[in-house]
Structures are given as C-alpha cells and as structure tokens.
C-alpha cells in the first residue's frame, strides 16, 4: 500500500471477507472500507472516488457530504451502490478476498501527473489474500476500550402493555422497581435425553486422556452428535456383550463392522428426587468415567470385557450436571448407564434403572438440542441471568436497561456495538435508537422477531 503524498482523506483499513464483524443497515455483512480524514479542516468527500480497477479511477464517487477533520468513515463494499443523503454509503463494488487493486482517487492531478483523477492511496497491483474477519489496513496507535462488556449490571423488565412506549430508553428514566441483572440475559430450552458425541480415532485409543483429546476434535476422522434417551449401547458388529439391562441401541457412530478406537461423552442434566447417598454404575468394555457436577463419581481407566463399575455420591435434591466419557480400544464394545438411591457395590437388578428411562423408574435427564449448553459452547454459556420463568410461553420482549459512563467523549473516534441476539433486538443510546436486527417497524411491548434464528447464528457476535 501507498499514500502519495500527504493526502488528508486515506483508506486507514478495510475487510475483504466479513462473515460477522460489522452489519449493514439490512443485517447483511459485506466487505467494508474505512476512510479517515487525518488532515486539520474538514474534506468535500464530492471530489473523492473509490475503485477496485486500477484502469477506472472514477468507478464510485462519494455523494456531496463533508468529512469532519480527524474524523473516519465507513463504506460498505457491498455491490449495492447507495448515495442516499443520511444513510450508510455503499459502493457498486464488492472486493475480493483473494487480492485484488484498490484506491482511493481524487479529482485533483497530483505534481507530475496529467491525469484529472489520481489515487491518493493505493493497494498496487494488490492487496494481499485475506483472512476471514480480519481487517487490513496501515498501522496507527490505536487503544481500544470497552465501555459497556458482558457481565455489566443491568435491570431488566418484563413488559406485560404499552405504556411505558420508548420512554424507558432515555437517561432521565427511573428503573429501581426493575430488576437487577447482569448481562447478557436470556434462557435455552431444554428436552429428555442426553446430548451423546461418538467420534472416531485415527489413532489407537486406550485412555480416557487419549479419548478426551479425541472427542475435543484432535485426530478425529468421523463423529456423530445425537439426543439419546439413555446411554445403553453396543457395536453389533464386534458380537460383544449386552449389558445387564439388554436391549441397546447402536452406538451412534456405528458402522456395519467391528468398530474400534472410538469414544462417546453423554452430557445431561439429572434431577435427583430426593436428597441422600446415590450410587451410579457402569457395565462397560472397555473404560469409562463419570461426573458429577465435576468431580469424578467412576474413574475407570482400564481395558477389559463387559464389566460393571460403582460410585455413590451424596446429592441435594435438584439439577445436577452429569458428564460419562467412554472409550473402545479394540475387540466388543458396549457401555450403559444406571442409578439407585442409596449404597451399593454389585448390581441389584431391583434397585438399578437406566437412568432417563423414566418408564421403568429411572431418573429424569434433560438436554439442550443444538449445542446450547454451556459444557457444549452454546448459548448458555453466554448467559448471566437466566430469564426462563419470566419469558418462555409468557413474555415475547424484555427491557433492558445498562448504563455505561465515558470520561472523555472527544477521545473516541468512533463507537462500535456487538450484539449476540435470538432472535431480533432494538438498541437505543441515551434514548435514541441506534440499530436494529430482526425486529418489525413498529415495535410494541409484545412485538415478535421477522424470523427465527439459529443457536449458530446467535452464537456469532
């Protein structure tokens, strides 16, 4: 890159492939450019132009507006083309992430140069290949502060009508009655079953180390995610044995043969009736470990044949998170998974149920589909304050209020806004609306979302 001579109006950086850095006003996320105006007067931006054809120096030109000194601009290189006086600008073209030329031109020749139009800064003959989400630009000291980051107090209401309008927004708003929260806010629903992974090993597996490391991605040729009423399962193909409730079902990487070198991690969340010592057992081949909570309940880290494991606990009656991992070396394979109330160190066939099979007196589990758990890297994992009572099948909106103070207002340049929503958002600055996602024209207290969103989508800042 080039700046020739010492132009006022430079390109200080742009990104060529925006997947989920800065939104346009329509949600979308296209390639951006950002101008800075680094001379001492403010810049008649009528007599600037943009262009990614080093053979069309005039191929976008900027609308009659004024670049305050010092102050920086983004344009959208979105293909859009929009001048329109108020609103974010949009070049006719878009850039591309594999290089490509880039200027910013102006109307006056420089010295030696008889052109009417000549580049004031250049990316020549190109910019280099980009990387997703990573901008390009000259170096600059910049300091970035974040006013306003997650976990900040905040209150929060829930609105049952309309008469409050927009004026909740405002700074003079009083919000004591609200309740307190801290940020971010929201809840995941839940269903029966464990959340089951099987991923299989390019390598031999035959520890529960080499099996975490497996299941956490390393050496990972294959893997299959299911919701799982129980954890009962064997590899028909291996002709090992059943368990002792019999009955399993295919592990749910299966293949048709004898499958080996393969791990399982089953995460759910179980609801202990009643508190008091539990025991939870195993019948696995070939090791296994379970948790509780986070701390070890089993801890087989063995090779052997369909053999049972015991481990009692003390719980309080409630939700208690459970984690089993499960690993195959070679030869049959088959793990399952039960519980009884009180002590016990070999399997009672009238004490012992599989645990989720509600139907035969098993203890009750829950899961959140799609990776929303915290222990999956979900949504939960975001949330601070869990509103789940408050608005599922009751609320449709919340408002939340988060105040922030800047010291010295003049010292920023600008002011950017991330936001993880699901499913759509209205944001207001000192009672004035700034930006929003998914969210109809006119809002009301009981407004819904355009659409739904994914967990993956809701997921990305």
């Known amino acids: 890159m080039r700046s020739l001579l010492a132009a006022d109006l430079v390109i200080t950086e742009f990104m060529a492939n925006n997947s989920q850095t800065l939104a346009d006003e329509d949600g979308d996320y296209p390639d951006w450019i950002e101008i800075r105006n680094q001379g001492t007067s403010d810049a008649q931006l009528s007599e600037y132009h943009l262009t990614d054809d080093a053979n069309d120096l005039e191929k976008w030109t900027f609308p009659n507006r004024t670049l305050p000194a010092g102050s920086f601009l983004v344009v959208y290189a979105s293909g859009k083309d929009r001048v329109q006086p108020g609103s974010p600008l949009h070049t006719n073209f878009s850039l591309d992430d594999r290089g490509e030329y880039l200027a910013l031109t102006h109307d006056a020749p420089l010295p030696g140069n008889s052109d009417n139009v000549s580049a004031v800064t250049e990316f020549a003959p190109q910019f280099p290949e980009q990387l997703k989400d990573v901008s390009y630009g000259i170096g600059q000291n910049v300091t970035i502060n974040s006013v306003l980051p997650a976990g900040s107090n905040s209150r929060v209401l829930f609105p049952t009508d309309g008469t409050l309008g927009t004026s909740w927004t405002g700074t003079s708003f009083v919000d004591n009655a609200w309740r307190q929260s801290t940020s971010a806010i929201g809840y995941v629903s839940s269903v029966p079953g464990f959340t089951v992974l099987d991923a299989h090993s390019s390598s031999q597996i035959s520890t529960l180390a080499q099996a975490d490391a497996v299941l956490d991605g390393t050496g990972q040729i294959s893997q299959a995610t299911v919701i799982s009423p129980t954890v009962n399962f064997w590899d028909a193909g291996s002709g090992g044995g059943t368990g002792n409730f019999g009955n399993p079902d295919p592990f749910p990487n299966d293949s048709p043969g004898d499958d080996d070198d393969f791990a399982i991690r089953a995460t759910a969340t179980i609801m202990i009736p009643s508190a008091g010592t539990w025991t939870f057992g195993t019948n696995s081949d070939d090791g296994v470990r379970v948790r509780i909570d986070g701390a070890n309940v089993i801890n087989d880290d063995s090779l052997h ?90 609320a449709s909106s919340a408002y939340l209020r988060t105040p922030f103070f800047v010291s010295s207002p003049a010292s920023l340049s600008s002011l950017y806004l991330n936001v993880r929503y699901d499913d759509g958002f209205v944001a207001y600055l000192n009672g004035v609306e700034i930006a929003r996602r998914n969210a109809p024209t006119t809002t009301q207290y009981n407004s819904l979302s355009l659409t739904d969103r994914s967990e993956t989508e809701a997921a990305i800042e």
């Open 305 to 394: 044949g369909p053999d049972n494991r015991f481990g009692q606990v003390n719980l309080s009656a409630g939700p208690h998170e459970l984690e089993l991992v499960f690993f195959e070396r070679g030869g049959g394979a088959e793990v399952e998974l039960f519980a009884a109330k009180g002590a016990y160190s070999t399997f009672n066939a009238n004490a012992f149920r599989l645990v989720g099979d509600t139907a035969s007196g098993g203890l009750p589990v829950q899961t959140v589909p799609g990776g929303g758990g915290a222990a999956a890297g979900g949504l939960a994992q975001y949330i601070q304050t869990d509103v789940r009572g408050e608005m599922k099948d009751v």
